[in-house]
């Protein structure tokens, strides 16, 4: 089967069909969540996401705000740059701090880390690239704790990110965040789908 890189309003269940099927759906999609999610040292975890991942972020604000088409056209906008295209891997990341002062305090401190997340490969780094519908550092130098990062590759990358046993490395090279997380085999199988 080869994989959708667009969601499209005919991909969207009517209201009455999906809430039929939202508990088994939910279920099904957060266990092929797991092996898409990496924690980069303490405070980061990357959720690498796809067609399903996206397709269900629409129902479920459809499903809760019950806006209709008019917000579909909005949540289609909003959600589809965020589904990989077949050459990308496309990564929310979040910083993510229970405490608010304390969140508050490192945020301020890493302003422009969306420019710092990266893959490697065998040594060789892709460079992941901020979506770009809007800053997500302030003029102060505060970071969001939602980031979202495309990281764009190569034919021959590729092969190497889905021979089986390949290390891949997913990290943050921020002054303020410099960590590093190996990708689990099952994580790399499962985000070598996003490539066909």
Request: proline share 6%.
């Amino acid at each position: 089967m080869m994989t959708k890189h667009e969601i499209t309003k005919a991909d969207i269940l009517p209201p009455a069909e999906y809430a039929k099927v939202r508990t088994e759906t939910r279920r099904r999609i957060a266990a092929t969540k797991r092996n898409r999610r990496v924690d980069v040292g303490p405070n980061v975890t990357f959720y690498f996401e796809n067609f399903e991942t996206m397709w269900l972020q629409i129902h479920e604000m459809l499903h809760i705000e019950r806006g209709g088409d008019e917000q579909l056209v909005d949540e289609l906008a909003a959600y589809n740059p965020l589904v990989p295209k077949g050459n990308e891997l496309v990564a929310t990341f979040m910083i993510e701090i229970d405490e608010p002062e304390r969140r508050k305090r490192i945020l301020m401190r890493l302003g422009g880390i969306e420019e710092m997340a990266f893959i490697s490969i065998g040594g060789e780094k892709i460079a992941g690239r901020p979506e770009a519908d809007q800053d997500r550092t302030t003029s102060e130098g505060k970071a969001s704790s939602v980031q979202f990062v495309h990281f764009p590759f190569t034919p021959a990358q590729i092969a190497a990110f889905k021979k089986p046993g390949t290390q891949v490395i997913v990290g943050l090279g921020h002054e303020n965040y410099n960590h590093m997380a190996v990708l689990p085999e099952a994580t790399r199988l499962e985000l070598s789908g996003d490539f066909d």
